[in-house]
């Protein structure tokens, strides 16, 4: 796993250093996600997720509007439920990161608004679950033994940049594949991003 990330790493950094007419910049994500499927309700009793992501994109120019952006982030989610009522209300969920690999195509409109789709490939680094003692307020922590480590989802998005490098914009990924073996449910998150380029 430790020889996949670092060779991923590399490939991003020497793409990046010889590549001509690059953006640079650096993002952070809030991000929204739930399992759609037949067995979603079964993963986290229908709780939708909250996270997390920080990283760095690069933005490969072929023409005036047409450009593929891509990076690599970590991210973080966290599923959270309550179980029971009153003194017997436990809390439960599960804990979740990824180092994650978008590849988009972007298509600019006019100057500023631009749309863009494409592929967001996940690396699994973190999968625990995690549950309330019923004693005290501690959480036992446990793995997750199935779930996967390479996931992969299609991305579709818009937003804007404004002229000093700030741009805002929103995605929707839908996972093709599924996260846990044996599983009949896909990942679905929504997440907004702030981007700022140093380099656009």
Excluded at 17 to 28: K, P, V, Y
Excluded at 58 to 71: D, I, W
Excluded at 86 to 110: C, I, Q, S, W
């Amino acid at each position: 796993m430790k020889k996949i990330l670092f060779i991923a790493m590399l490939c991003f950094f020497a793409s990046a250093t010889f590549a001509q007419g690059l953006g640079l910049g650096a993002r952070i994500s809030y991000q929204s996600e739930g399992m759609v499927g037949d067995e979603a309700e079964y993963f986290s009793d229908e709780a939708v997720s909250s996270g997390y992501a920080l990283g760095a994109d690069v933005l490969y120019h072929f023409s005036e509007k047409l450009a593929l952006r891509t990076g690599v982030d970590f991210m973080a989610h966290i599923y959270s439920w309550t179980e029971g009522s009153g003194k017997n209300e436990l809390d439960h969920g599960y804990l979740l990161m990824y180092l994650n690999a978008p590849v988009l195509a972007r298509f600019n409109f006019t100057r500023g608004f631009f749309a863009e789709a494409g592929l967001d490939v996940n690396f699994n680094v973190v999968s625990k679950t995690y549950s309330e003692d019923l004693i005290g307020d501690d959480l036992n922590w446990d793995d997750i033994e199935n779930w996967n480590t390479f996931q992969m989802g299609l991305s579709a998005g818009f937003g804007y940049t404004m002229w000093f490098g700030l741009e805002f914009s929103c995605r929707t990924t839908y996972g093709l594949l599924e996260p846990a073996e044996n599983s009949d449910f896909r990942p679905l998150r929504f997440q907004i991003d702030i981007s700022y380029w140093f380099i656009k």
